[in-house]
């Protein structure tokens, strides 16, 4: 079936670095995508969203990357801080207004 | 600007026990609303969505229900909770003309 996966559980970096998370999609007729933080205990907030007309779009600190081609995701976060950390999800539209979400990856920050 | 609510924010409930969850979002009219469920260290998995007064519809099978009695209201209920049942379950809405979904803070909710 259609589904939405991440290649790394688990991301730690340092204090200062980029940060790079990413989401493989199955679904080549999907045509809009976005990133979700998660912290600890809350509902999920949005950061970031793309639309399968664009191969990158640019926010505060943090970029999305599609690459239509191989149906990759990524979302890069420049300057990563402790409160960066987090557990991140990436979900793709399916169609009837829903969202498919991945499993998630979890960033840790380190000072 | 847009706000969405649920209570209770923490829940514990015996097995066999009935359910209701409330979710409310206010700003808005006319919502798709969404209901999710969270194991531990899980992903998301929809429950319910509803795009509209008394229109529910039901992803997987299993003891829980929802309803959608007002516009900007969504109910998730259970006759009798399982301990399966146990996990966060939170509540999203879109405008409709848009994807992208925003989700309120959730409800942990454990049975025993």
């Known amino acids: 079936g259609e589904s939405v996966g991440l290649h790394l559980p688990t991301l730690s970096v340092q204090e200062g670095d980029n940060s790079i998370i990413n989401c493989a999609y199955s679904?080549?007729?999907?045509?809009?995508f976005i990133w979700y933080k998660q912290e600890s205990g809350k509902g999920p907030q949005f950061i970031i969203d793309?639309?399968?007309?664009?191969d990158k779009r640019q926010g505060q600190r943090v970029t999305v990357l599609l690459n239509k081609t191989v149906k990759h995701l990524s979302l890069q976060i420049a300057a990563t801080q402790p409160g960066d950390s987090a557990v991140y999800f990436c979900a793709e539209n399916r169609g009837y207004s829903t969202l498919t979400f991945g499993k998630g990856t979890m960033l840790l920050v380190s000072p | 600007s847009q706000t969405i609510h649920q209570w209770p924010a923490t829940l514990v409930q015996p097995v066999g026990s009935p359910l209701s969850l409330e979710c409310t979002v206010e700003?808005?009219?006319?919502?798709?609303l969404y209901w999710y469920r969270q194991a531990a260290g899980r992903g998301l998995q929809l429950l319910f969505y509803s795009v509209g007064i008394g229109q529910i519809s039901s992803e997987v099978p299993q003891n829980l229900s929802a309803s959608r009695p007002q516009d900007r209201q969504f109910i998730l209920s259970s006759k009798k909770l399982l301990l399966s049942d146990s996990g966060f379950y939170l509540c999203?809405?879109?405008?409709?003309?848009?994807?992208?979904?925003?989700f309120g803070p959730g409800t942990r909710l454990t049975v025993l």
């Open positions: 700003g808005t009219s006319n919502p798709n």
């Open positions: 793309i639309r399968s007309n664009m």
């Open positions: 999203a809405w879109t405008s409709g003309t848009t994807d992208t979904q925003y």
């Open positions: 679904n080549s007729a999907s045509d809009y």
